[in-house]
């Protein structure tokens, strides 16, 4: 589910299908690749979410959200992809999140057959770099029976994300409908307590690889700045989530973020650094394969432009 646009009036006038093409559900495990460097990144997909309108956009007017989408109707229900980023470069293989696992959705978690399909052995990853601890980003730490998935890789997160998913008031200070979000990521921690390394933002995480401060949507949100190729790549996670809403409408506020202000304000700044600094993206969520760039508007708007990756 891309759109392939050449200049900027193509753009316009594509966001109308690119906006119907975000209400149908299902990804292949099609494999999105691009160069960087002297490395690849891969884009696996591991299925899709459904997500309630009223979860995502909660009390925007549906016919405002029509509008921006350009539908008669505002759906019910969203159902974005979920793209999971692999750097393959020198003896590394370098994971950026590891997608939901077989206990949250069962549209999603299906990063283990994208794997395969790649010919990748999850053993032989070397690094799992989290953007944040949401179900769709680990959960997939384990396999069907609670084993770690990636047994012999350093993991690595940013110290505020761990300190607020493993506090022991997190569960108290959580909505009753997201409670399961915290049991779920305390439940899996101490697996990898022995092998995590914590960091700041600005750190290099691994040679070439920047952490980006990108929190509002959780605490401790992190993008991450692959450098070494012509261009540097981000990879977002779920600082943009949505190919219309997120760019057009960076000041909706976003009903997953846990920080709704904070998320809106690092929006409008992410979008600002990826158009000035000419920066490709990555989105976990937008259309798979989810690479892409973002263009300028005007009045503080935006627009995201799919890139081939084949």
């Not at 506090?167 to 959580?174: F, G, R, V």
Request: glycine content about 10%; hydrophobic content about 40%; overall charge negative.
């Amino acid at each position: 589910m891309t759109m392939m646009v050449p200049n900027r009036r193509d753009i316009l006038t594509g966001m109308a299908a690119l906006g119907s093409s975000m209400l149908l559900g299902g990804s292949s495990f099609a494999l999105g690749r691009h160069g960087v460097g002297d490395g690849e990144l891969l884009m696996l997909s591991d299925g899709n979410l459904t997500l309630p309108l009223s979860f995502v956009l909660p009390g925007r007017p549906e016919a405002e959200i029509a509008t921006a989408l350009m539908v008669e109707e505002a759906p019910e229900a969203l159902t974005p992809d979920c793209n999971v980023t692999l750097l393959r470069r020198g003896d590394k293989l370098i994971l950026f999140d590891v997608g939901s696992g077989p206990n949250f959705m069962p549209s999603a978690g299906e990063l283990p057959n994208a794997l395969e399909e790649a010919g990748i052995d999850p053993q032989d990853v070397t690094d799992v770099v989290f953007t944040h601890a949401h179900p769709d980003h680990f959960w997939g730490l384990t396999d069907d029976f609670g084993d770690l998935l990636f047994p012999d890789a350093a993991y690595h997160m940013s110290e505020a994300e761990w300190a607020y998913w493993s506090a022991e008031d997190t569960l108290e200070k959580t909505p009753e409908a997201r409670k399961t979000f915290v049991v779920g990521a305390q439940n899996r921690m101490p697996l990898i307590e022995e092998q995590i390394s914590l960091f700041q933002p600005g750190a290099e995480i691994v040679a070439g690889i920047e952490a980006m401060d990108t929190s509002g949507h959780t605490p401790g949100h992190i993008s991450f700045v692959v450098h070494g190729g012509d261009r540097p790549v981000l990879i977002g996670g779920d600082a943009l989530t949505h190919p219309i809403i997120s760019f057009a409408h960076p000041e909706w506020e976003s009903g997953s973020d846990t920080d709704p202000q904070k998320g809106i304000a690092t929006r409008k700044m992410l979008l600002d650094r990826l158009v000035s600094d000419d920066i490709a993206l990555i989105g976990f969520h937008l259309p798979h394969p989810g690479f892409g760039h973002a263009e300028n508007a005007g009045d503080g708007a935006y627009v995201f432009v799919t890139d081939p990756a084949g």
